[in-house]
T-cell receptor
Framework: DGGITQSPKYLFRKEGQNVTLSCEQN?????MYWYRQDPGQGLRLIYY???????QKGDIAEGYSVSREKKESFPLTVTSAQKNPTAFYLC????????????FGQGTRLTVV | AQSVTQLDSQVPVFEEAPVELRCNYSSSVSVYLFWYVQYPNQGLQLLLK??????LVKGINGFEAEFNKSQTSFHLRKPSVHISDTAEYFCAVGPLIKAAGNKLTFGGGTRVLVKP
């Protein structure tokens, strides 16, 4: 079945640690996105990539980093510079033409302990 | 830049009653619009989308939405809700300009609680 796989589903991080969230898609989509979801704030864009080896900052990129070495994969690293990392993180992908919908993974819930 | 306002953060509704979720947006360019649904601890699932053409859009699970350009609104409706419609609903807009890619701006979400 085609889709987007995020792992792990739950992740606990100690303060000061970097953690990497995995996102893999087998939909052959060129574009991939990372969103952060906090209660009452909807989804906010962290980073997006429209092609391999290229990515752009979204609205809240500070404290995060990404890579896009393969079309299928778009991992997100939450660094120790992110002051409030506890949130639900959603990865999405789409084809590039405008107006096409994004398909979402099941999310990773990150908690700082 | 775009912004999306979902006017109700929570909407309680009785089973088999109608429901309307309100979404207003602002944008300096033409947009395309979506409604997504999110069940607890899951990702988002597309309900419907508007790109062009008829302003009344029908989606999955009996939902429909109407695009009103003059009022910059895209309200979601369902004539009769079920318990299984309990979820959070998100309105999203994307600018119809190539340079922006498919970046979406989301509203804050409306939590629908269907009561028996």
């Amino acid at each position: 079945d085609g889709g987007i796989t995020q792992s792990p589903k739950y992740l606990f991080r100690k303060e000061g640690q970097n953690v990497t969230l995995s996102c893999e898609q087998n939909l052959n989509h060129d574009a991939m996105y990372w969103y952060r979801q906090d209660p009452g704030q909807g989804l906010r864009l962290i980073y997006y990539s429209q092609i391999v080896n290229d990515f752009q900052k979204g609205d809240i990129a500070e404290g995060y980093s990404v890579s896009r070495e393969k079309k299928e994969s778009f991992p997100l690293t939450v660094t120790s510079a992110q002051k409030n990392p506890t949130a639900f993180y959603l990865c999405a992908s789409s084809i590039v033409p405008l107006g096409t919908e994004a398909f979402f993974g099941q999310g990773t819930r990150l908690t700082v302990v | 830049a775009q912004s999306v306002t979902q006017l109700d953060s929570q909407v309680p509704v009785f089973e088999e009653a109608p429901v309307e979720l309100r979404c207003n947006y602002s944008s300096s360019v033409s947009v395309y619009l979506f409604w997504y649904v999110q069940y607890p601890n899951q990702g988002l699932q597309l309900l419907l989308k508007y790109l062009s053409g008829s302003t009344l859009v029908k989606g999955i699970n009996g939902f429909e939405a109407e695009f009103n350009k003059s009022q910059t609104s895209f309200h979601l409706r369902k004539p009769s809700v079920h318990i299984s419609d309990t979820a959070e609903y998100f309105c999203a807009v994307g600018p119809l300009i190539k340079a922006a890619g498919n970046k979406l701006t989301f509203g804050g979400g409306t939590r629908v609680l269907v009561k028996p």
